[in-house]
């Protein structure tokens, strides 16, 4: 089968497509015909090996699993031992290793069935973004009917899905992005909509009850001055930081610092569970979540899609279709 592998770490550069064996189903795992894999900066960290920290876990002089792809749409063609939820034919998404390739085998319990009004296309860039922004607001935040939320990188993967979600909470709303993303921002439902490259929203008076920051460096200071006295801080992400560290280091600070202020400072590894797929496939064939997709690339051209994400302009997500589909 035709997969994207990756011999060594570095930049788009080191992806190739390669004909590979078709992975064998085990147990407790279902083999795919994979139709759509999306990516998010979880698949740039691993083609990139930055920050260094991460090679402890997951290689130290290149990657242990070299098909990149985690978010994935597909077909079940076998099922291993003991799997009983899924048959052969079922149309399902979730999450898996290897997804960037014709074929690819996921646990089970990642796995569901896809939402009947969603392309395979939509279900692949649901899993790991969404679920990352559910868990932030949720659990993380405690989000509340009619509190004041700030999403920070609100055009990004995880901030469409968190603006979305938080309104379906019941939230007040205040995107941050750059200015060619702002109406996107408001289609989606953002009641407030802060354009960072105009307006320092640090320098406003408004203070929200719940932050979520995905983007950008900000001291953690400063975005305590916006929040309410009681409020959270959820640190979800933002690239920047050193080689070693990139942005964990002002996660951790956050998390040293919390139990000796009034406000809740978070931060967290998102897991894409089963039981948060459920709730998301509700919202999403309730209407009251979509995935946003701006660009799908074929499986050929998977180097191109990363490339793409590199660059950091996506409006929206990036898929990438295989050609088995
Ligand atoms: N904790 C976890 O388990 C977890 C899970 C998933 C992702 N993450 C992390 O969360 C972060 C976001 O992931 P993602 O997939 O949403 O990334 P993404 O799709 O690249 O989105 C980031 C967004 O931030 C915006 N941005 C960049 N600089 C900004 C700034 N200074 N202020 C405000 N917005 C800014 C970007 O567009 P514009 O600048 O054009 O507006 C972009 O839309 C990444 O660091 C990722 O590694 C963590």
Redesign the pocket.
Known sequence: MKAIVQDTYGSSDVLHLRDIDKPVVGEGQVLLRVHATSL???D??LMTGMPYLLRLGFGLRGPKTSVRGMDVAGRVEAVGKGVTRFQPGDEVFGTCDGALAEYACAREDRLLHKPSNLTFEQASAVP??AA?AL??LRDQGQVRPGQKVLI?????????FAVQLAKAFGAHVTG??????VELVRSIGADDVID??RQDFVELEQRYDLILD?????EVSRLRRVLTPKGTLV?????GGGRWF??IDR?LRAAMLSPFVSHRLR?????TRKEDLEVLKELIEAGKVMPVIDRTFPLSDGRGAMRY?EE????G?IVVTSAAA
């Open positions: 998010h900066m979880g740039w960290h790991t973004s990352t868990q932030a920070i990188g609100a055009a990004g993967g995880v901030g469409l941050v992005c750059s200015t060619t993303k960072y490259t995905t983007a950008g460096n900000r640190i979800v992400g933002g690239e990139g942005g996660q931060m967290f590894a998102a897991v994400l950091g302009r996506a409006r997500k």
